[in-house]
Structures are given as C-alpha cells and as structure tokens.
C-alpha cells in the first residue's frame, strides 16, 4: 500500500487530542473518534486517507476494535425485590380504592461512569463494564420523553 510520506505522523498528531486513558493501568488507551472522523480529519491535513487505511494505521498502533463487555461482576444488592414489592402493594391499595395508578417509562437514559453502552470503539485492550447498570453506582446524565400509562384502564 503506496501511501503520503506524512499521513502516519498526522494520524498521530490526531489522535494526540484524542486519546484518553486509564489512570490505574498503564497502557490502556482508547480514543473517541470514529475511523471515518479520523479520516475526515486527515483531509484537513492534505493528507487523505480512507478509513481501511485508517484502521491498517490504528492496528499498527495495537489499536482494535472492542465492544464493550459486561463481565465486572458487582453481586446482588440485599433489597433487590424490596422496591419491587413495595410498588406492587402500592398498586393494588390504590386499584382496590379507585385511585388512579401511573406508570411512567422513560425512554432514554444515559448513565456516567463504567456502563456498558451500544457500539465499538478504538482500543488496546476490551472494555470492561459492570455486569448491571444500576443507577446507583453512577450518575444519570438526561432523561428523554416519558410516555405515561393508566393502569386502571387496562384489562389483563
């Protein structure tokens, strides 16, 4: 593969301000730009170079492609049915009186910290993630449109 005698060292320079760490483990690294990105990057720099040749690059660089994995296994939290519970009798004093019971369902919630989300990235070694995504061990970002459902209207 014949390619400018300039592009790896501009890849590089790219990814010098795009590539983060973990601070406990030397040599993971991974970086936050798509192959395409990259390659829209290189552009600017007079050197392009499709995303093949992005990732020929990226591999040299013992980068590859991971999905992250949801193996930390974090164990079972001591109320783990309690809240369940608690929300089905509250249900049913409501329904048994006549009072109405909603059922919000929020559709999109995005979680700080080490939770698995959708995609693949760039990196030297797999991804880690807990093995559950409890709120409780992050932050939530946002929260997008919450349909609401009346339980009372509906027959099972």
Known sequence: ????????????????NHTAGDPMKEGVR??????RA??????????????????????EQEFRRWKPQKSRTMGQHKDRNA????IARLKQEYL???????????????LLGNF???????SVEPIVMNDHDFVSHGNVLQTKSTPLYRLS????
């Open 1 to 16: 593969m014949v390619v400018h005698p300039t592009l790896k060292d501009n890849l590089l320079t790219i990814l010098q």
């Open 30 to 35: 991974w970086i936050n730009l798509s192959r």
């Open 38 to 59: 990259i390659s829209r990057e290189l552009e600017k720099t007079d050197t392009p170079a499709g995303k093949n040749v992005v990732s020929s690059i990226l591999r």
């Open 83 to 86: 809240q369940f519970e608690n």
């Open 96 to 110: 048994a009186v006549g009072k109405p019971v909603l059922s919000i369902d929020t559709r999109k919630k995005e």
């Open 116 to 122: 698995y989300h959708e995609g693949v990235t760039d």
């Open 153 to 156: 209207h509906f027959r099972l």
